[in-house]
Nanobody
């Protein structure tokens, strides 16, 4: 599966952005999907994940209550709605896929097999 992330940009603190990740290839619905981010000089970190068919979600503590992950299998797309953005949310955001038919929802980068190219989010104070 190939992934293409989009939707990043520059936003003021308190604002919102919605990231999209379009997947090519068949069987998108058999993959768990995740969002990760990497700020300059820092390691890539988990943001959110959603299971195949959207039955389960997981969020990093730092984004709980502000970010929402969702998926539309008919459009082969996963979304990350980001509200109440903070300057510390500034990073390059990557979408990733784990599967097909993964055993469980995971949150570590090395468990994901496919990665998009990243989209940059900058939150100004």
């Amino acid at each position: 599966v190939q992934l293409q992330a989009s939707g990043g940009g520059l936003v003021q603190a308190g604002g919102s952005l919605r990231l999209s990740c379009a997947a090519s290839g068949r069987a998108f619905s058999t993959y768990n999907m995740g969002w990760f981010r990497q700020a300059p000089g820092k390691e890539r970190e988990f943001v959110a994940a959603i299971s195949l068919m959207g039955g389960s979600t997981s969020y990093a503590d730092s984004v709980k209550g502000r970010f929402t992950i969702s998926r539309d299998d008919a459009k082969n797309t996963v979304y990350l709605q980001m509200n109440s953005l903070k300057p510390e949310d500034t990073a390059v955001y990557y979408c990733a896929a784990d599967g097909p038919w993964p055993r469980r929802l995971v949150t570590t980068p090395f468990d994901y097999d496919y990665w998009g190219q990243g989209t940059k989010v900058t939150v100004s104070s």
